[in-house]
């Protein structure tokens, strides 16, 4: 078992609609989880840190973290054809620790 | 946010040769830095941990001997592949991350063609 899976893609959505984007973790001790988006031939960028139960929002993107169910999600409201990209979910067990990736998904939002 | 730079953005090279590689966190001091390594549709694999002042702590699989690393300040640290080969021919990127923070911020990468 990967110690971070994510749903498996690509995933398309259409211009304006909602993308879910769903990760889950092996490892009960982690602490900090983060979503990367990551266009073709470029380093990840950061969207998204998030630390305790709950929702966090900024701007079109809200990020949803579940301990108990060792789960995160992140979804993007009006989703435009620039979202475009493979999103990467990363766990740390502490704050200076590794991090560990997902494989990443595939994220196509159509005009 | 902070910015991390890497250079050369792209480098091809004989096989056999060694080529270095920077990463430098330009306004902030980077108490830790890691280097990964990314090959075409797959996700980012950590090769190694580094740490200011101290040897760098590898992944297993990577070999130290190839990849050297060295964090000599703050705000540098380098990786050197030895030797390289074809194989070696991947997207190496660095990532910073300064004292307690859990934010790593990242280079923009390091394409290596080895031919």
């Known amino acids: 078992q990967k110690e971070v899976e994510q749903n498996s893609g690509p995933l398309s959505v259409p211009e304006g609609a909602i993308a879910s984007l769903n990760c889950t973790y092996s490892?009960?001790?982690?602490?900090?989880f983060f979503w990367y988006r990551q266009y073709s031939g470029k380093s990840p960028e950061l969207i998204m840190s998030?630390?305790?139960?709950g929702d966090k929002e900024d701007g079109r993107f809200t990020a949803q973290l579940n301990k108990a169910s060792q789960y995160v999600s992140l979804l993007i409201r009006d989703s435009q054809p620039s979202d475009s990209a493979t999103y990467l979910c990363?766990?740390?067990?502490?704050?200076?620790?590794?991090?560990?990736f997902g494989d990443g998904t595939t994220l196509t939002v159509k005009p | 946010g902070a910015v991390v730079s890497q250079h050369p953005s792209w480098v091809i090279c004989k096989s056999g040769t060694s080529v270095k590689i920077e990463c430098r966190s330009l306004?902030?001091?980077?108490?830790?830095m890691f280097w990964y390594r990314q090959f075409p549709k797959q996700s980012l694999m950590l090769m190694a941990t580094?740490?200011?002042?101290?040897?760098?702590?590898?992944e297993q699989g990577v070999e130290k001997d190839k990849f050297l690393i060295n964090h000599a300040s703050l705000t540098l640290s380098t990786l050197t592949v030895t030797s390289a080969h074809p194989e070696d021919s991947s997207f190496y990127i660095c990532?910073?991350?300064?004292?307690?923070?859990?934010?790593?911020?990242f280079g923009p990468g390091t394409r290596l063609t080895v031919t």
């Open positions: 580094s740490n200011e002042g101290s040897k760098a702590t590898y």
């Open positions: 998030i630390y305790s139960n």
């Open positions: 306004d902030f001091q980077a108490t830790t």
């Open positions: 490892d009960r001790g982690s602490q900090s």
């Open positions: 990532s910073a991350s300064g004292g307690a923070s859990a934010l790593e911020y």
């Open positions: 990363a766990v740390k067990d502490t704050n200076a620790g590794k991090s560990t």
